[in-house]
């Protein structure tokens, strides 16, 4: 059984920060993909920033610049940090991990960012 455990999410004032954190538990597999995923209201999710166990990430266009996507192998662990967060970037923010037999989902952390 794969648990994901989502933190950080919260209220922040446009050109504030935010750390996301989101634990892996269970058989996550040692070769695999972990990142973030956000949703709006009404709409799909839609890619953040991604990084492989190897450390090759992928960053939406709208957050490259501001956001980095890291993680720590031995903790199971990815992490977003959030630099100059604007409102449009408010959403529910969903951790993700790829493994070669399937994709699992945290439950989702609110992010909103007032101007």
């Known amino acids: 059984q794969v648990q994901l455990v989502e933190s950080g999410g919260g209220l922040v004032q446009a050109g504030g920060s935010l750390r996301l954190s989101c634990a892996a538990s269970?058989?996550?597999?040692?070769?695999?993909?972990m990142g973030w995923y956000r949703q709006y209201p009404g709409k799909q999710r839609e890619l953040v920033a991604i990084?492989?166990?190897?450390?090759?990430?992928n960053y939406a266009d709208s957050v490259k610049g501001r956001f980095t996507v890291s993680r720590d192998n031995a903790k199971n662990t990815v992490y977003l940090q959030m630099n100059s967060l604007k409102p449009e970037d408010t959403a529910v923010y969903y951790c993700?991990?790829?493994?070669?037999?399937?994709?699992?989902w945290g439950q989702g952390t609110q992010v909103t960012v007032s101007s």
């Open positions: 990084i492989t166990s190897g450390g090759s990430t």
């Open positions: 269970g058989s996550i597999f040692s070769s695999n993909v």
């Open positions: 993700y991990l790829h493994t070669p037999l399937r994709n699992y």
